[in-house]
């Protein structure tokens, strides 16, 4: 009898699973439930993306691409990058990947060695840690608290520096607080850094999806700072593109050649029809962008206005498409909160703990849903802390 548990890596054994895909499921088995826990846009992928994946298929465009990506995305990527960001790269400093997650993982898996150290802000996307202790790698948490807004501070990367540091990971517009680092963060954070030999990871799947006046600011247009950061981004959630699985990895272009070696022993290249898909993406589809994120504005702020009203204080975010409240006033920790509300009121949001232990205390709830599944989940979860506060 094989011993399977016994001849698996003790790391992979050791993984957390996602929190996010836990109560996914335990949804998916409750009728009538609403389901605000999955960061997925509710809108269609704008029709001329699809159409030109259609064309793509129909006159026979369906064989390898290049490891690294077709050449006219990557173009386009670098003419989208200096555009949005006044951004400049050459095409083949850039990476097609299997969505940003793949490319978070090659990044990771890169550069860190075992003991090396990982810098990871907290609350954060759920797979920056697994993939570090994947590779050997050291995760440092540093917490972000909602006092500062969820920012992480330069003085406390300062602080977690050691000379074994090998990475930090900015995850801004940050998933699951919603919150955006300032010009003076992200100047701070490059004067910690300017005479140290660390990399920074940037994940900015969200860039497009900030609200207000203010333009998106990528940490690699920071003086001194271009040089040492890979930035990470993707379609799926700026061009409602998720089933699509493309994403693309920026930086020096050692690093992205290394990457692109890993990528090609494991991947070989990105779907084909999702790349001539992309390129059209890029080309055509700013006012489709522009029209969503004023629609999630709207949901933001509607979310944000009727938790604080039903007593959930609420930090108003600045980017990406989560609330993140703080439901310690209900007496309940986060999962207890959430399996209690899932049970009660057949309504599914992830407790805070699912981004890390400095999520206790808060839940995430996702607005990428129309404003009537919203309306009908918070009036849920209204119905469920009047009853909390009866039982009392």
Known sequence: MIDYEKIQAKAALDMRPS??????????????????????????TPWSIRESAIHSLEIGRTKYTSNAGLLPLRTEITNFMARKYDLHYDPDQVLVTVGGSEAIDLAIRMLVEPGDEVIIPEPCYVSYEPITTLTGGVPVHIQCTEENQFRITPGQIRNA??????????????NPTGAVLRHEDLVGIAEVLKDTDVIVLSDEIYAE???????????ASIEGMKERTIVVNGFSKSFSMTGWRLGYAVGPQKLIDTMTKIHQ????????TSQYAGITALKECDEDIKNMREEYDFRRKYCVRKLNEMGLHTFEPRGAFYVFPNITSSGLNSDEFCMQLLKKKNVAIVPGTAFGNSGEGFARISYAYSLEHLQTALGRIEEFLHELKGEE
């Open 19 to 44: 929190g996010i895909r836990k109560f996914f499921a335990l949804a998916s088995e409750i009728p009538d439930c609403i389901s605000l826990g999955v960061g997925e846009p509710d809108f269609q």
């Open 161 to 174: 520096l050691t000379e074994k540091t090998k990475l930090l990971v900015l995850s801004y517009p940050n």
């Open 209 to 219: 999806l900030v609200y207000g006046n203010e333009k998106y600011e990528s940490i």
């Open 265 to 272: 022993s494991c991947i070989m290249c990105s779907p084909t």
